[in-house]
């Protein structure tokens, strides 16, 4: 094939990746309330949201069908990629790409399962009945519910990605399990800080519910890096 088919079949990928992608928000759009049920359960019934725009929640309903969409069509989007890169890799270099996207994949939905139903509440809970003064009420938009869901989620699934890259790194001959066991003390100072940050929370039970499963995370990333 020439540079022109090349680019002719990666422009059928990109098209195909955005219909499917359109199609499933377009399925999320009119599934409102099932997707806003799944994503309002963690507040509880005892925190209360607000909208402040006239567009708000128009805007927030688009914005969610259309992660929904790209979410759900992720799984696509990786097959039709790999389809496309697979014709100019050797096998040895099929099966790994394939290895890496697929646990790729299922770290990060990992990460993302572990914050809805872990960090994102201890952290909600906290954050939201938070009061500097008893004069000041909280009123959650509901903006800034979505968007403090969307951050964490992303984060956690980052983090969970550790034993992938680690992985990654040590087929290449950039990372030995070694360096990791000697890096021990730094690694767990950095998760503890990482932790921190993605839940501040004066609560160290809260603190710890994402600082061991990470330093877990880390030790599976010295076993996967030796293996590797």
């Known amino acids: 094939m020439t540079f022109w088919d090349h680019l002719d079949e990666l422009r059928g990928v990109i098209i ?38 006239v567009t ?23 097959y039709q990629l790999f389809h496309f890169a697979a014709p100019g890799l050797y096998e040895q270099e099929r099966r790994l790409a394939l290895r890496v996207m697929m646990s790729g994949y299922v770290m990060f939905a990992a990460g993302v399962v572990f914050s809805y139903f872990i960090v994102f509440p201890f952290t909600l809970r906290f954050l939201g009945n938070y009061q500097v ?17 969307t951050m964490l989620s ?39 800080i990482i932790a921190a940050i993605i839940t501040p929370t004066s609560d160290a039970f809260t603190l710890m519910l994402v600082a061991v499963p990470v330093y877990l995370l880390y030790e599976v990333s010295i076993l996967v890096t030796r293996k590797g």
Not at 19 to 34: G, N, Q, R, S, W
């Open 16 to 53: 195909r990746c955005l219909i499917v992608t359109l199609v499933l928000m377009i399925v999320a759009f009119l599934f409102k309330d099932e997707v806003f049920a799944i994503l309002l359960r963690p507040k509880g019934d005892s925190l209360q949201l607000i909208n402040t725009a």
């Open 154 to 192: 992303l984060m956690l699934g980052v983090v969970f990605e550790l034993p992938v890259i680690s992985w990654l790194l040590g087929r290449f001959g950039l990372l030995t399990a070694q360096q990791m066991r000697n890096g021990r003390r730094p690694a767990l100072l950095t998760i503890v």
């Open 56 to 78: 708000g929640q128009f805007v927030i309903h688009m914005m969610v069908s259309f992660y929904v969409g790209l979410i759900g069509a992720m799984p696509y989007i990786l």
């Open 133 to 149: 003064s008893g004069e000041v009420n909280n009123l959650i938009s509901l903006e800034s519910y979505i968007d403090t869901l």
